[in-house]
């Protein structure tokens, strides 16, 4: 499968721990996103990267979070002190470099399901 | 951002066309109408995406307005496994993608 990974899928932690969530993206992809979707919400922006630079990161970005590509390939999401309402799906998407810089499509991953008790 | 309004939901039947509205009254000349769609427990899946001309593709068709306000994303023969929520979104560029509710569409047998 050469599609957008993640992991892990799902992931149950208490109060106050840490977590940190992986994205490998499609091969050759120099633009990967974060979003995060809670329950019968569209997936809302949470920050950009194109090649290992991070271009935008979202106000829903707090200094609780950090998202990190280092050599432009994978990129991990760590959630620091996490509370209950970090509990949702985060989705990590990527896209090409394209010479049609219209033609934006992401391609998305599972998704890791964040539950936090 | 530029938004969009769709129907919250739509129902259909197998094997009939589905035409699922999107108003964007407030578009500028450089926002593409890209849509989405998101099966149960999967991530978002691109379908199509267009600028001034209708244009189709394996999985669907755009129609899109002559004033560019509204657009309209066409299966031409629903099947159970287009039920989905579909997002309407205005891009531009390799900017991130604003979701909105979306339709949920649900198809009969």
């Not at chain 1, 940190?20 to 995060?36: G, K, V």
């Not at chain 2, 560019?68 to 997002?87: E, G, N, Q």
Request: neutral net charge.
């Amino acid at each position: 499968d050469t599609g957008v990974s993640q992991n892990p899928r799902h992931k149950i932690t208490k109060r106050g721990q840490n977590v940190t969530f992986r994205c490998d993206p499609i091969s050759e992809h120099n633009r990967l996103y974060w979003y995060r979707q809670t329950l019968g919400q569209g997936p809302e922006f949470l920050t950009y990267f194109q090649n290992e630079a991070q271009l935008e990161k979202s106000r829903l970005l707090s200094d609780r979070f950090s998202a990190e590509r280092p050599k432009g390939s994978f990129s991990t999401l760590e959630i620091q002190r996490t509370e209950q309402g970090d509990s949702a799906m985060y989705l990590c998407a990527s896209s090409p470099r394209d010479r049609l810089i219209s033609n934006n499509e992401q391609f998305f991953g599972p998704g890791t399901r964040l539950t936090v008790l | 951002d530029a938004k969009t309004t769709q129907p919250n939901s739509m129902e259909s039947n197998e094997e009939e066309p589905v035409h699922l509205p999107c108003n964007h009254s407030t578009i500028s000349g450089t926002d593409y109408i890209h849509w989405y769609r998101q099966l149960p427990s999967q991530g978002p899946e691109y379908v199509i995406h267009g600028l001034t001309s209708n244009v189709n593709n394996r999985m669907a068709s755009l129609a899109i307005a002559e004033d560019r306000k509204s657009s309209t994303l066409i299966l031409h023969r629903a099947t159970l496994r287009d039920a989905a929520v579909y997002y309407c979104i205005l891009v531009q560029g390799a900017q991130k993608l604003v979701f909105g509710q979306g339709t949920r569409l649900t198809i009969n047998p």
